[in-house]
């Protein structure tokens, strides 16, 4: 018998829960403390092959991951970076971030037969932390420079992605964001201790450096309107996200220290970025010490409860209404929480906010999951008389997000929506109602992920460059400097 077949056998005789927490310890291990060469070659050679990439299908960029994990395995370092980067433009925040989980190490056959999902996502960022140590990732050098212009709307992942790929073809690309920091939710949303913001300002000086020009604190209805960029642009992309938190409607939701998920988070990430933030130093958004409650089961309660955790919280609760098995984000980082001592209340609403100015307490309600509404989501019911009090003295809303008014906000009441708000476009052409108008991200599907930004950013790319190319004269080439 092999050696690697003996492993199989001793994973086999071990339990589930024994499986599954030495799966969380080594893929927490690998993204966050890292590889050698040797140890991500052992790690891709545990690949079978197996002839039927479900992998491959599931990940949003249908990355050729068995190739790459292949050449991982054989020590060609470089061409596993080449292969894995020709589909992806941020392989190594995917690496980090992607809820692996649900896409490629989900559907991987060697975890489906119970053996363990070979850690793609980690491997993933390896080669391309390798790949910026060794000097692999070449500067974006266009062929040629044309004498047309893009301007994208919103420097997260969709327009991070759609910037490089347009750029790689010699466009003239301008970002527009409100921000002062470029990167989206990358910057402001994800939590530090899972995306570190050097990886994200690194990506952001390469599209500097490769001629991409990013415009910061330009607000789209503030600075200019829509009408404005798109008369300086032969195209425009809006890749704005999505940023309207849903609220509660519940007696005492107005009290001191109730606060949304993306307030709490930004004030956060501003801190572990060394700025002032005067809402954090005065201790307001600062979990240290607190009773916390975060309200919401996705992966932005996930961030805030684990933020909270790093900050110092003397007792967090999550509270969600449904239960864990129909909680919408990745299982991993619910684990995670758990593991890090967060408790969990499931199947619990809140009813009401206690406290006199400031809030002391969610009164919630426990909750019987009924029939299936349209959806087939089954239709959480309060039972009656199941009161109960959680202390709280911070108390952390996250519900989702939903889309701004951008008709209104960009001042173009003529641009298309969904009954949701989100934009709508052409799936073929990804155009909007408007000529030469496209979108991307979140703003287009609701909230999503990141690496369905980045698919999205770049099929826009294609789609902005058939249209310039067949509505315009043919490009001239500029004349280099
Ligand atoms: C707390 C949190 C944690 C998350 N964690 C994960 C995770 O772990 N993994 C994962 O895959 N996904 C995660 N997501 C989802 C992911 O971040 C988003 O799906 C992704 O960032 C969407 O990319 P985008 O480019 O469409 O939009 P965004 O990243 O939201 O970027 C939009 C940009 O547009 C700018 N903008 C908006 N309006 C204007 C305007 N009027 N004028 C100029 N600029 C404007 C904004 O400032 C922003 O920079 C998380 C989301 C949140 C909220
Ligand atoms: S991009 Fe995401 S889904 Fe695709 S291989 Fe990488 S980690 Fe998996």
């Known amino acids: 018998m092999t050696e690697r077949m003996l492993k199989f056998v001793d994973v086999a005789q071990r339990t589930p829960e024994i499986r599954a927490a030495e799966r969380r310890r080594r893929d927490f291990d690998e993204i966050y403390r890292g590889f050698d060469d040797a140890a991500a070659a052992e790690q891709s050679s545990r690949c079978s092959q197996c002839g039927i990439p479900f992998c491959q299908v599931h990940c949003p960029v249908n990355n050729n991951i068995p190739d790459w994990l292949m050449l991982t395995a054989q020590g060609r370092l470089e061409e596993a970076y080449e292969v894995s980067s020709a589909t992806n433009n941020m392989p190594e925040i995917c690496g980090r971030i992607c809820p692996q989980d649900r896409l490629c190490e989900g559907n991987c056959v060697i975890e489906q037969s119970g053996h363990g999902t070979v850690t793609i996502g980690s491997i993933e960022k390896y080669i391309t932390e390798t790949a910026w140590e060794r000097g692999w990732v070449k500067p974006i050098r266009p062929p040629v420079e044309l004498d047309r212009s893009v301007g994208i709307i919103g420097a ?57 020009v990013f415009h910061r604190n330009f607000e789209i209805g503030r600075d200019a309107s829509l009408r404005d960029i798109r008369d300086r642009h032969e195209a425009v992309l809006i890749a704005t996200g999505v940023y309207k938190a849903r609220d509660i409607q519940a007696p005492g939701v107005g009290l001191d220290n109730i606060v949304p998920a993306l307030d709490y988070l930004i004030a956060s990430n501003r801190k572990g970025l060394g700025d002032r933030v005067p809402a954090f130093d005065d201790g307001g958004l600062d979990a240290m010490g607190k009773r916390v409650v975060v309200i919401g089961g996705g992966d932005t309660a996930m961030d805030c409860v684990r933020t909270a955790v790093r900050q110092g919280a003397k007792s967090i609760t999550c509270l969600y209404r449904r239960d864990r098995e129909n909680m919408p984000g990745s299982r991993r980082e619910v684990q995670y929480a758990a593991d890090e001592g967060v408790k969990f209340q499931f199947l619990a609403a809140p009813e009401a906010f206690v406290g006199d100015d400031a809030v002391t307490g969610v009164r919630a309600i426990r909750i019987h999951l009924g029939v299936p509404d349209a959806s087939g989501r089954q239709t959480p019911e309060p039972i009656e008389g199941s009161h109960f009090t959680v202390e709280a003295d911070l ?12 008709p209104t906000l960009f001042g173009a009441s003529e641009l298309g929506v969904t009954r949701w708000g989100t934009i709508r476009i052409d799936y073929q052409t990804k155009m909007t109602n408007l000529d030469g108008v496209f979108a991307a991200g979140d703003i287009v599907r609701g ?25 315009f004269e043919p490009a001239t080439a500029l004349a280099a400097e």
């Open 156 to 212: 997260g992942p969709a327009g991070m992605a759609t910037a490089e790929q347009l750029r790689r073809k010699g466009y003239q690309v301008r970002v527009y964001d409100r921000h002062d920091r470029m990167g989206g939710l990358l910057v402001y949303g994800i939590p530090c201790f899972k995306l570190e913001k050097e990886v994200v300002q690194r990506r952001i000086e390469h599209l500097e450096r490769g001629g991409v």
């Open 447 to 471: 909230a999503s992920l990141v690496v369905w930004a980045i698919r999205d950013g770049r099929d826009a790319a294609e789609a902005i460059h058939e249209h310039v190319s067949a509505n």
């Open 395 to 406: 108390v952390i809303k996250a519900l989702g997000f939903e889309p701004d008014d951008l």
